[in-house]
C-alpha cells in the first residue's frame, strides 16, 4: 500500500474540526493478503485481497459517534466528518466516553523491537501453493488418513495509524504467514476428522509445510473409530490446543465491560483467589515476533506488563478509558477498536505460570477420566459461570490413552473448576497465549 496513513489520518482529524467536532480520533488500516487452497492434489481456490480502510470518531461533550469507509478521496473524507458530527448531536449522552489526557498518552515506544514486520519479500502464489500441496501429501501418507478436507498457505500484511486531536500519532505494521490442513479418517458415518495450523509473524519461523500435513493426518488417524464416553463424574485434561479456551472464560469475566455492566460471575472477586495458590496470569503485551504483541493501545495509552492474577489472587480487571471511568479506575491501556466502532477493553498476550510436568505425567496424574482435544459451542452463564461444553478427545485409564471419543459434554462451574487447575509445562512459545495443558477436577461428562 503506498498510502501514507498518517497523512490520511490527520486528514480526517481536520475533516472532523471542520465540519465541527469537539475532539476526535481517527484509525487508518491497510492490509494485504494473499491465500491459496489446494484439494486433491490441485488448486482449489487462489484469493488475493489489498485494501484500506478508515474509522473516525467525533466527540460533542460526552456525545459521541463512529463512521468508517473504504475510500480515501477527499469529498469521502469531508462527507465521513460531516455524518460523524451530525450522528454525535442525535446521539444519547455518555458519561464515559472522551479522549486520554494528554499526560496518559505513550511516549518514545520502540516498534523495531517487537519485530512483528517480516522484511522478507511477498511469497508468490507458486510458493504458498508448493507449500500447501506438501502439507496434503503428507497428511495424505499418513496411514489410516481417507482423504482430505483440504489445505492452504496464506500471507498477510498489514499496517495501522492510529490518531487524534489530544496529540497522539502513532503505527506500526505486522505481517503473518500461515500453513494449514484438514484430514479425515474412517468412512460414512465413521469418518472423522481432525488439523493442524500453524502462523508466525515471520516466514522464517514457520514450521515445515510437510510435518504440518504430517501432524494433522496423526490427530485425524488417531480419532479413528470414536465413540461415546462413559456417563460421570471424571477428571479432566484440557490439551494444550483447547486450554487457552478455558483461561479466556476468565478473561472474559475480568474484562470492564462485563464486569461494569455487572455481567461477571467474577464481578465481586476482586482481591480473591480465582486459580490455585501460586498459579499468575500475566499480561505481555512486548514479546517480540508474536501476533498478540503491540507498542501501544487504541486509545494511544501506554501498554505494560502486569499480573491479572498474581498468586492465585485477582489483581487486576482488564479496563480501556471508558470502562475504567465507569469502574472509578484507571485505564489498563488495553483498549481495541475497529474501523467502525468506539474503543473497547480486550487482553492480548497471555503466559499462566507452567506446571513441572509433561502432559504425559499429568494424564497418570489424573488417572482414569477424559482428555479433550476439541471443544464444540459453548453455553456459558455470563453470571453464574455454569459451563458446558461438547467435546471430543480421548478416553484415559490408569494415566494411558486407551481409546477415542466424540459426542460428550462436560459441565462444571468455572468458579470452583478454575481454583482446581493443574498445568503442565507444554505451551508452546510461538502462541500469543501461553496456557498449557490443563487437569481439572469436578466436572461431570455426559456421554454414553
Same mark, same amino acid.
Given at each position: 500500500m503506498a498510502e501514507d496513513l498518517e497523512a490520511l489520518a490527520g486528514r480526517l482529524l481536520d475533516a472532523a474540526r471542520a465540519a465541527g467536532a469537539e475532539a476526535a480520533d481517527a484509525i487508518v488500516v491497510a492490509g494485504d493478503s494473499l491465500s491459496i487452497e489446494v484439494r486433491n492434489g490441485a488448486l482449489e481456490q487462489a484469493e488475493r485481497a489489498e485494501g484500506i480502510d478508515l474509522?473516525?470518531?467525533?466527540?460533542?461533550?460526552?456525545?459521541?459517534?463512529?463512521?468508517? &469507509?473504504?475510500?480515501? @478521496?477527499? +469529498?469521502?473524507?469531508? #462527507?465521513? /466528518?460531516?455524518?460523524?458530527? $451530525?450522528?454525535?448531536r442525535e446521539a444519547p449522552e455518555d458519561p464515559w466516553c472522551g479522549l486520554a489526557a494528554p499526560e496518559q498518552l505513550a511516549r518514545g515506544w520502540d516498534v523495531a523491537a517487537l519485530d512483528l514486520a517480516d522484511a522478507a519479500p511477498l511469497p508468490s502464489p507458486d510458493a504458498l501453493r508448493e507449500a500447501a500441496l506438501a502439507?496434503?501429501?503428507?497428511?495424505?501418507?499418513?496411514?489410516?488418513?481417507?482423504?482430505?478436507?483440504?489445505a492452504g498457505a496464506g500471507w498477510s500484511a498489514s499496517r495501522v495509524h492510529l490518531a487524534a486531536t489530544n496529540g497522539f500519532s502513532g503505527g506500526y505494521a505486522r505481517t503473518g504467514h500461515s500453513v494449514q490442513a484438514v484430514a479425515i479418517s474412517g468412512e460414512?458415518?465413521?469418518?472423522?476428522?481432525?488439523?493442524?495450523?500453524?502462523s508466525r509473524t515471520h516466514h522464517a519461523d514457520l514450521p515445515d509445510p &510437510?510435518?504440518?500435513? @504430517?501432524? +494433522?493426518?496423526?490427530? #485425524?488417524? /488417531?480419532?479413528?473409530?470414536? $465413540?461415546?464416553?462413559?456417563?460421570?463424574?471424571?477428571?479432566?485434561?484440557y490439551d494444550e490446543r483447547v486450554a487457552s479456551g478455558l483461561i479466556g472464560h476468565l478473561v472474559q469475566a475480568i474484562n470492564g465491560l462485563s464486569v461494569a455492566r455487572g455481567a461477571s460471575w467474577l464481578k465481586d472477586a476482586m482481591g480473591e483467589r480465582v486459580l490455585p495458590a501460586g498459579i499468575?496470569?500475566?499480561?505481555?503485551?512486548?514479546?517480540?515476533?508474536?501476533?498478540?504483541?503491540?507498542?501501544?493501545?487504541?486509545?494511544?495509552l501506554p501498554c505494560a506488563r502486569r499480573a491479572l492474577v498474581a498468586g492465585g489472587v485477582l489483581e487486576s480487571w482488564i479496563l480501556d478509558l471508558a470502562t475504567g471511568r465507569q469502574l472509578?479506575?484507571?485505564?489498563?491501556?488495553?483498549?481495541?477498536?475497529?474501523?467502525?466502532?468506539?474503543?473497547?477493553?480486550?487482553?492480548?498476550?497471555?503466559?499462566?505460570?507452567?506446571?513441572?510436568?509433561?502432559?504425559?505425567?499429568?494424564?497418570?496424574?489424573?488417572?482414569?477420566?477424559?482428555?479433550?482435544?476439541?471443544?464444540?459451542g459453548a453455553s456459558i452463564n455470563p453470571t453464574t459461570g455454569?459451563?458446558?461444553?461438547?467435546?471430543?478427545?480421548?478416553?484415559?485409564?490408569?494415566?494411558?490413552?486407551?481409546?477415542?471419543?466424540?459426542?460428550?459434554?462436560?459441565?462444571?462451574?468455572?468458579?470452583?473448576?478454575?481454583?482446581?487447575?493443574?498445568?503442565?509445562?507444554?505451551?508452546?512459545?510461538?502462541?500469543?497465549?501461553?496456557?498449557?495443558?490443563?487437569?481439572?477436577?469436578?466436572l461431570v461428562i455426559a456421554g454414553s
Open positions: 474509522g473516525l470518531r467525533v466527540l460533542l461533550g460526552r456525545r459521541q459517534a463512529c463512521v468508517s &469507509a473504504s475510500d480515501t @478521496r477527499a +469529498a469521502t473524507i469531508a #462527507a465521513m /466528518a460531516e455524518r460523524a458530527v $451530525a450522528m454525535a502439507a496434503e501429501a503428507a497428511a495424505l501418507a499418513v496411514p489410516g488418513v481417507t482423504r482430505m478436507d483440504g460414512g458415518t465413521g469418518m472423522e476428522r481432525d488439523y493442524a495450523f500453524e &510437510a510435518g504440518i500435513g @504430517r501432524l +494433522a493426518g496423526e490427530r #485425524a488417524a /488417531a480419532r479413528a473409530g470414536a $465413540a461415546k464416553p462413559p456417563t460421570g463424574a471424571w477428571p479432566v485434561v499468575d496470569l500475566v499480561e505481555e503485551p512486548f514479546r517480540p515476533r508474536i501476533a498478540g504483541s503491540r507498542p501501544f493501545d487504541a486509545e494511544g472509578g479506575l484507571a485505564s489498563t491501556g488495553n483498549a481495541a477498536r475497529g474501523t467502525a466502532s468506539p474503543p473497547s477493553p480486550s487482553a492480548g498476550n497471555l503466559t499462566l505460570t507452567p506446571g513441572a510436568v509433561t502432559r504425559d505425567q499429568l494424564l497418570a496424574e489424573m488417572g482414569t477420566g477424559l482428555l479433550v482435544t476439541e471443544l464444540i455454569d459451563y458446558s461444553r461438547g467435546a471430543s478427545g480421548f478416553w484415559v485409564e490408569k494415566g494411558e490413552i486407551v481409546r477415542p471419543v466424540n459426542e460428550c459434554t462436560v459441565a462444571g462451574n468455572l468458579r470452583a473448576m478454575l481454583k482446581t487447575i493443574r498445568p503442565a509445562n507444554d505451551a508452546l512459545p510461538h502462541r500469543s497465549r501461553l496456557v498449557p495443558s490443563l487437569l481439572v477436577e469436578g
